[in-house]
């Protein structure tokens, strides 16, 4: 435990947080008093000690989830021996005669567990852009390199990939798939901390941001980086938004239930108005309101994307004449139930713990498919639209084509909403090149924004 707060004081340090080396004795000395597997009192101990300040609150949080939680050693989920052996190998197919200049060093080491470089990296380019701020001429220098960051860790990203790619004849699929997890979320770490230590310039007013750029700040998250406390403020904002989309939805049905000027109607009125037309007679158009079924994915990263896309569609149920989802791994289960008897967020987690599936087993599209046709067809028809949320990847097992294209054929459209990285959707155990041929439309779904463009044309 003394080495991994030694290196978390590090990273702190690098990150600009000013901890002396009597406070980190005085908090190895408090942690020996409590119970470390309690992470309440854990942090406490930690946040009492190094964060000395309203400021340095907020980057300890910040600094803490990134040491304590994004860049923990996850690899024993997928086997410590196979990614560990393997890691070090993929990470050297990037060190090959960089300049002493560049920030590819810093990233590496991030990559593989040690955030100190890249944060010492970002906290000089933040330094460099507040000087360049207050002083005479413009900060371009800082965002040229802030570019050049961007631009290594998107070279990374695809010689990582073409490396994982090249190396299927001696690492098992299971260990690329572990590898390319890996390494895109460390990536992804490493970009959101880029585009997060913007340097501003000091301003004597500070205006909030408004609503929209909340939103729109919010939805560029990746829903498997976000934090414990974005996901509640997450929560926030979808309420927000369902409000907003209720309404638009309220003002649309009004002026279509009104429906169009029957002019027979109207002049026969204006006969006892010798001949004006004072009372305008409309026809009658009621709102057409779809039916939703929804296959939910809930293995691994997945189920971020599905419990969100869940979470808008029964708040804005009243606008659809049924929603009906079904959660699967292997087998599947209907779980509308949960939703029928309970808060939305309730719902969700009974969703994960209480329905009739095998969580902890690998992922069978093919599987699924046949128990959807042999118990659930009759939940679609032509006023249906089928949506399935999920990466496509059946561990090489019969994808179940024919199905799905029954499937597609009872209703109006299927969608087919993909949460994984859209370089990968081709790679591997994915059968997503098939699938992609028998759905209406395929779209990446990855963020709140994505979503909230996929739920407003579904709605509207």
Known sequence: MENTILKFVSSARSAGLRISTSETLDCLKQLSMVDLLNETQFSRVLRANF???????????????????????????????????????????LDSGTPADSPLPAL???????????????????TEGQESARGPGSNLGSMVRRINVMLTIGRARNTLAAAIQNSRDHIAWE???????????????????????????PSKKRKPPSHDRRLLKMGEIPFTSLTPKEVQEMRDVIRALVRKLKDTVNRRYAVRSRGS??????????????????????????????????????SGSVWSSARFMLNMLYSLQECFIKVRSFIFVAGLDEVTRFFEDHDVHQAID????????????????????????????????????????????SNYANPEAAILDDMREKCRRLIWLNP?????????????????????????????????????????
């Not at 249906?384 to 999920?390: D, M, R, Y």
Request: aromatic letters at 8%; charged letters at 35%; glycine letters at 6%.
């Open 51 to 93: 964060a000395k300040s309203r400021k340095d609150q907020a980057k300890f949080e910040h600094l803490y989830h990134l040491f304590f939680h994004e860049l923990r050693d996850d690899e024993v989920l997928v086997g410590a021996d196979s990614i560990s052996g393997h890691k070090k190998e993929i990470l050297e197919t």
């Open 108 to 126: 590496i080491e991030f990559m593989d567990g040690n955030p100190a470089p890249y944060l010492e990296l970002l906290r000089r380019l933040e």
């Open 175 to 201: 260990t690329r798939e572990g590898l390319t997890r890996h390494f895109e979320q460390r990536l992804d770490s490493a970009l959101r901390l880029l585009t997060r230590h913007r340097p501003t310039a």
């Open 261 to 298: 000027l029957d002019v027979k109607k109207t002049l026969r009125k204006a006969m006892k108005y010798q001949g004006v037309p004072m009372e305008i007679v409309y026809r009658k158009k009621p709102p057409k309101r779809g039916k939703i079924v929804v296959l939910c994915d809930v």
């Open 350 to 393: 009974r969703v994960m713990n209480d329905a009739d599936i095998e969580y902890d087993t690998s992922t069978d599209y093919g599987l699924t498919f046949r128990e959807f046709k042999a118990g659930h067809m009759d939940a679609l028809n032509k006023k249906t639209t089928l949506i399935i949320i999920g990466d496509g990847r």
């Open 420 to 460: 994984e990285t859209q370089m990968f959707w081709y790679s591997g155990d994915s059968e997503m090149r098939t699938y992609e041929g028998l759905c209406n439309e395929v779209r990446p779904c990855a963020n709140l924004n994505q979503l909230t463009e996929f739920i407003r044309e579904l709605v509207l």
